[in-house]
């Protein structure tokens, strides 16, 4: 997002994100063409950057400072604010650490940041080898009406990471589907073969040798 025209590289230590932006984005600009930097551009570059995405995480903000206002703007628009404490002696960190006091998430770690943007999104940044499943508690716990991932971490007594890696993988499996509102639920295939496929998910089998009780 840029404070200038979309055809001037501003700050030039950008240039090679402007560069690259016709093959891997876009160059998105409130100004007209040619536009050099003008002071009263960045704030209304600010709200736009804002809005664009539902979360917005701050890694360091000093209290006069665009990202400090950007942060305002995302919290006026009703934004998920995440924010990275800093040193009470450090100038850059005084902005951000003034919204965590005012109620910003703190971002403590980098688990935290992966469990707030997998909640935010639905996605994962990577899914742990060896994670178990309750898989067959997790598609009962969806036939009864959709859930969010959180609601079902708590019910499972999982951990969300752990959750939301088992929705990935049904849902790339087209067995369940996530909402618009961010809840999920089983597909209607899913739901009409559940009694099948419960059975087939679970981790221990009725009897070691089951295979002739038909």
């Known amino acids: 997002m840029a404070g200038t025209g979309a055809d001037v590289t501003y700050p030039q230590s950008s240039r090679d994100i402007f560069l690259e ?3 891997q984005g876009a160059v998105v600009s409130l100004e007209p063409w040619g536009q050099a930097p003008r ?8 709200r736009v950057i804002a809005a664009l995405s539902q979360s917005l995480i701050i890694c360091e903000a000093g209290l006069r400072s665009g990202t400090f206002s950007t942060a305002v703007a995302a ?13 009470i002696f450090s100038p850059e960190s005084m902005g951000a650490n003034r919204l965590i006091a005012d109620g910003a998430c703190v971002i403590a770690s980098e688990m935290d940041l992966e469990q707030r943007i997998a909640l935010d999104y639905g996605v994962l940044r990577m899914v742990r080898e060896g994670a178990r499943r309750s898989e067959g508690r997790l598609l009962a716990a969806l036939v009864s009406e959709p859930t969010r991932p959180d609601d079902l971490a708590r019910y499972l007594q999982q951990g969300i990471v752990q959750v939301l890696g088992a929705l990935a993988d049904y849902e790339s499996r087209g067995v369940v589907r996530r909402l618009p509102d961010g809840r999920f639920s089983l597909t209607e295939t899913a739901y ?10 679970d981790a221990e089998p009725a009897n070691a040798g089951g295979e002739g009780g038909r």
């Not at 002071?39 to 600010?46: D, E, L, T």
């Not at 009703?78 to 800093?86: A, H, S």
Request: hydrophobic share 30%; aromatic share 8%; glycine share 12%.
């Open 75 to 87: 919290d006026d628009l009703g934004r998920d604010l995440y924010v990275v404490p800093g040193s």
């Open 21 to 23: 932006a016709p093959d």
């Open 192 to 201: 009409l073969a559940h009694g099948t496929m419960g059975a087939s998910h």
């Open 39 to 46: 002071r009263y551009a960045f704030p209304k570059r600010n």
